[in-house]
């Protein structure tokens, strides 16, 4: 699986991006996608999921300002990220893996593989 993002940049307090993850060479039918985040000397942290059934789960963090979604003809992820802070700089992963089942579907807890990121600058 091959995962590639963009639309990062630098922006100030307030403003908005829209972050992209093109994915390609998957074969399975459920699977999750989701944006993870990392700022210096902190850990890598998850922002927003989805799942190839479109159940979307956001951090508190990022409710209600962020919001993910999926163009499946595209393969295409998105992020819209408004209203954004200062402590939302980080460096932004794109993240796919497969689903497991235990009842129900449910993404895993570790991604199998990972875009090459894209930095996110907010300035105040």
């Known amino acids: 699986v091959h995962l590639v993002e963009s639309g990062g940049g630098s922006v100030q307090s307030g403003g908005s991006l829209r972050l992209s993850c093109v994915a390609s060479?998957?074969?399975?039918?459920?699977?999750?996608m989701g944006w993870f985040r990392q700022a210096p000397g902190k850990e890598r942290e998850g922002v927003a999921t989805?799942?190839?059934?479109?159940?979307?789960s956001h951090a508190d963090s990022v409710k209600g300002r962020f919001t993910i979604s999926r163009v499946s003809a595209k393969n295409t992820l998105y992020l819209q990220m408004n209203s954004l802070k200062p402590e939302d700089t980080a460096m932004y992963y794109c993240?796919?893996?497969?689903?497991?089942?235990?009842?129900?579907?449910?993404?895993?807890?570790?991604?199998?593989?990972w875009g090459q990121g894209t930095q996110v600058t907010v300035s105040s």
């Open positions: 989805i799942d190839s059934d479109g159940r979307i």
């Open positions: 060479g998957y074969t399975w039918m459920r699977y999750c």
């Open positions: 993240a796919f893996g497969k689903t497991y089942y235990s009842g129900t579907y449910y993404c895993p807890a570790e991604y199998n593989y």
